[in-house]
């Protein structure tokens, strides 16, 4: 991390460092590919979005979907971790607590740890066979995770989340019944929240004599972002679908306050430094594709690939007022590029039962973040999905519901770059349920 100060006082550095050390502590602002279900259930939807969620998944694909239509969707993310903290210099003197024989502290669960993911679309055709229109609100992240105030994890964090809803306009143009061209455009309002204590320890400097041995930071910030997309679908032959879209590069400005409290044994208990930040958020240009294919009248088998280029995420920078000595704060990040494969069947229209689809599939997530950046307030891993689920057709309704499992695949982390290091292992996995309603109006 670099930081630009300005004149101080030597008895001042080691507070300003630990401000420094700790500014890392806010959530992060990534979009989650989960939404509606088809894509939770099949895991294949860009190349043949049939229901409203293709507004966020490929909106070229609303050209499917003849009349008026309403959906809402929306899922629940249920998180189970477990990590094991490396200790670092001088940690067992201010955890109280010494780590076991294999290196590493006793094994911490989050109190909480789940997400949300709401979606509420209208599309219409507005010239029949030609222009097709939607509007939508959804929150594309909503997620957040605690742990236990005194656990050995206090010191990386205490409680966080982000929010990001959404508010999108799309359309779609149907050149013929074989090609459609689609786009968004839209505004994002990100919000994140942060809770930890600063460790006392910075750079062999000892401030609990300034701070105590346990000081808070409170971080909070929100903005607003514009977010465009475009997109294409296609039929080439009545029993083949494809789709493409490309999302723009989002850079939100989030402001907000920060603050430090001291803690009960510091020299002056419950003195604060209070100031604001400018943090700046970077979500990546994103390249997705899908296809899919009837092999029979009554079995689907689609495909997607996503693409992020997270390889622009090389810092976090954020400027500070009003908290004296800081100016500015750049955390290195150095992320990689990011991309997820998925496809699945969908076995619809059996006569036995004509408005029922099933449907199963699977995924497979590259995470972007090298291990020295990961961090508990901001995980980020590889990760498996079995994907599963059901909709229902009946006269001019449908209902839907799936459930998605992830495996993380952790590996232990003994190269970290945070303050103090996020050295770890662990295991977890996410199950995801969610549930649509469709109407024809």
Known sequence: MRVVVERMSPRALPLLLALATASTAHAGGFGIPDIGVRRTAMGSIVGRPDDGSAIYHNPAGLAMQPGWNLYLSTGLFLISTEFQLAPWDQSDRFLGTMAGADGYYAPVKPTRAMGVVPMLALTGEVIPNRLTLGASIYVGNAQGGAFERDAVTRYHLIDGYVVAPQAVLAGAYRFSEAFALGGSVGVLNLHIHGRREVFPIVNGTDISNLAGTRPELVLDGSGWAPSWQLAAFGRPHPRVTWGATLTGRIDA????????????DA???????????TTNQLVPWAFMAGGAVDVSPNVEVGADLRYWLYRQYKRQHSDVVGIFLVRELDTIKNY????????????????????????LGG??????????????DQPTFDHIGLHSGVRYSRGRYRFGASYLHYWYLIEPVSTSMTGPPSNFRGTGSNNIFTVSVEARL
């Open 363 to 376: 995924h497979y997530d590259k995470s972007p973040a090298p291990p020295g950046s990961v961090t508990l």
């Open 267 to 277: 020299v002056n208990p419950g003195d604060k430094l209070i100031g604001s930040h």
């Open 253 to 264: 400005e989030l402001t907000g306050p920060v603050e430090i409290t001291f803690s009960d």
């Open 336 to 359: 990689e590029d990011s991309w997820q494969a998925s496809g699945g069947v969908r076995v619809h229209d059996l006569a036995a039962a004509p408005g029922l689809d099933l449907m």
